[in-house]
């Protein structure tokens, strides 16, 4: 299996050399990029393959929801996991409409942060405590700002699907369980989001959470149905 290509942006040079070092370390991890700041990342990127972008939220030059948008614009295929101590939930918020595929604390164990990148590279939201918190976080913000959620019926499938997804499914575990190709639930995923006029994997789990189609103790990552 072909290692995971790592790409390291954070501006205190101390802590980003020590991660390199120990996630080299680690079986089946590749940090091909390490960068001070987002400008730099992406001039980097252009002639690199990376699968997981780690990155802190807050570094000079640009940084936040303008880092996230500039890399989802440019390498849309990039997962992107964020690194940092700052727990803010409307700012994680924030990050998740516009394309992260996961949180981890600067004060979680390693571990923590093996599990994330494992997860983020096999194409699934990494679904921990501050994930569930700032999705909720979320949800009470459209309740408020809106008053409603998309329109759309969804089928027994299209709700097992999202379901699935709750569950960090991959798009393989999916099809396995439903007994599809992959590229079958692509499409439906694809469609999922057209029909419910949303953009991400994160829209389609607030749209199931509004509907109470998933329910979750926002504190704590146990799944309740």
Partial sequence: ?????????????????????????????????????????????????????????????????????????????????????????????????????????????????????????DGRIYRNRFFTEALYWNKQHSIRTFGHYPSGDLNDREKKIIRLLWEEKSNKEIADELFLGIRSVEKIRQDLKEKLGVKSTVGLLKYAIGKKIITANPLSSDLIY
């Fill in 1 to 121: 299996m072909r290692p995971i290509n790592l790409a390291i942006v954070d501006d205190h040079t101390l802590f980003r050399k020590t991660l390199k070092y120990y996630l080299a370390e680690q079986v089946n991890l590749n940090v091909v990029i390490q960068s001070p700041d987002m400008p730099d990342m992406l001039g980097k990127l252009n002639s690199q393959q990376v699968d997981v972008l780690v990155m802190d939220m807050f570094m000079p030059k640009l940084s936040g929801t303008d880092a996230v948008q500039a890399v989802t614009s440019n390498h849309p295929g990039l997962k992107i996991l964020v690194l940092s101590m700052n727990s803010d939930l409307d700012i994680i918020s924030n990050l998740l409409e516009f394309g992260i595929h996961g949180y981890v604390s600067k004060a979680d164990e390693p571990d923590e942060l093996l599990k994330a990148i494992n997860a983020v590279a």
